[in-house]
């Protein structure tokens, strides 16, 4: 029996794929500090939890297939405080941003289509976008340069007669890149010059470092709007990665009509995970400034862990919860199977995310890792200690460096 090119071409997470490492790891007696995957051990606002506490309903009904009421209202609110004027026909609800993700890219790519992606990227777009027939057109980067891609020349450059569409994350997933509004004007006006659409994720759209806390959006320039989709969701913002609760927002009405196809195709999204993510948007800017304050120790702990190691090349983050840093090793991939097979210190070893996973380009990334610094500070601080004598150790075991 045959399975699919689309599904062959895709690949298993780059976040995930060393699970049964870690598995045998732990089998062995060794504890692990995972800094491979977002999930966040921020608490999640209680206002979710009293919501699904005070359900009353006597049927657990199908929610609309657009998303119910109260939820979406609350997104436009949300909006309308960050300068931007959604109706509520604008937004879709989804299972979480992936899902929207995937109908949006359902909705726009034919067999061949292109989207332009600054690399590295978040890995689950080389799914979704594969398995509507697209291809990954990619804006290369590096460390070197902290990742950087707005220009007016790198983007062009990747443009070619399939292209449908720019994507980009802001902050960035993995890199910690954030936009400055000149750089998102520019792409608005690259995707309005070209007739593209341009695809904003911004999920982690609070997390912004040293001073910048004033949330943008693509979806504030009036004049692209209909270019412009936004990708969103309540698992980063509120810690609350379990709801599965996101959404797809664009006023182009052409484009939500379709989207709406597939909406109603799966039904619904679960009304009770809506219901309560309806009452997270209740949360006020206390909130944010308290977390934004807990992840920016995180980063600065992970930052001067990693210039402590000789050969490391990075730049220090300015959003989200992730950085990308270059290690003075072969292969980040052979790296980790190796620091849960054969390191430990005091029982203890460390896991990341390889960089390979995050690119296009074939080869690329091989020396680079993706940190998720979403350990509380003791732990994140003992996770960043082992990495120094962990790449020492490889190096004399493994490169036969002296």
Not at 44 to 61: G, I, K, Y
Not at 374 to 380: G, S
Request: a negative charge; glycine letters at 6%.
């Amino acid at each position: 029996m045959k399975i699919s090119e689309k599904a062959r071409l895709c690949a298993l997470s780059p976040m995930r794929k060393f699970h049964p490492y870690a598995v045998a790891a732990r089998q062995a007696g060794k504890e692990i500090y995972h800094l491979n995957i977002g999930q966040p051990d921020i608490e999640t606002p209680q206002a979710l939890f009293d919501a699904v506490r005070n359900f009353d309903q006597t049927v657990l009904e199908y929610a609309p297939s657009p998303g119910i009421p109260p939820l979406i209202g609350a997104i436009r609110d949300y909006y309308a405080r960050i300068g931007v004027a959604f109706d509520d026909g604008d937004i879709l609800i989804t299972t979480g941003g992936s899902e929207a993700l995937q109908i949006l890219m359902f909705c726009i790519l034919d067999e061949g289509s292109e989207v332009v992606i600054p690399e590295p990227f978040y890995p689950n777009y080389n799914t979704m976008i594969r398995a509507a027939g697209g291809v990954i057109r990619p804006i290369p980067t590096c460390p070197e340069e902290g990742y950087c891609y707005a220009t007016r020349e790198k983007l062009e450059a990747a443009i070619t007669p399939n292209t449908c569409a720019i994507m980009v994350t802001n902050p960035g997933n993995p890199t910690g890149v954030v936009l400055t509004p000149e750089q998102m004007r520019l792409l608005a006006d690259v995707a309005k010059e070209h007739g593209l659409y341009i695809i904003g994720d911004e999920v982690y759209r609070e997390f912004c470092y040293d001073g910048d806390t004033t949330p943008r959006s693509m979806a504030q320039f009036a004049d692209v709007a209909e270019n412009v989709v936004i990708i969103d969701s309540v698992s980063k913002r509120f810690s609350a990665c379990g709801a599965r609760i996101g959404a797809l927002l664009s006023k182009n009405r052409e484009l939500m009509a379709n989207a709406l196809k597939f909406c109603q195709a799966r039904l619904s999204v679960a009304t009770l995970d809506q219901v309560a993510s309806a009452a997270l948007y209740s949360v006020g800017a206390d909130y944010f400034d308290a977390v934004r304050e807990e992840y920016q120790r995180r980063r600065d702990t992970c930052y001067r862990a990693l210039l402590k190691i000789p050969g490391v090349v990075c730049a220090a983050p300015e959003g989200a919860f992730y950085m990308m840093a270059k290690l003075p090793v072969d292969d980040t991939e052979t790296f980790q199977q190796w620091l849960l097979e054969k390191f430990e210190d005091r029982g203890e070893t460390v896991m990341f995310a390889p960089g390979s996973g995050f690119y296009a380009t074939p080869g690329s990334g091989r020396q680079e890792i993706r940190i998720a610094y979403v350990l509380e500070q003791a732990r994140l601080e003992r996770a960043m200690e082992l990495l120094e004598p962990a790449v020492a150790q490889y190096r004399r075991e493994v490169l036969h460096e002296t």
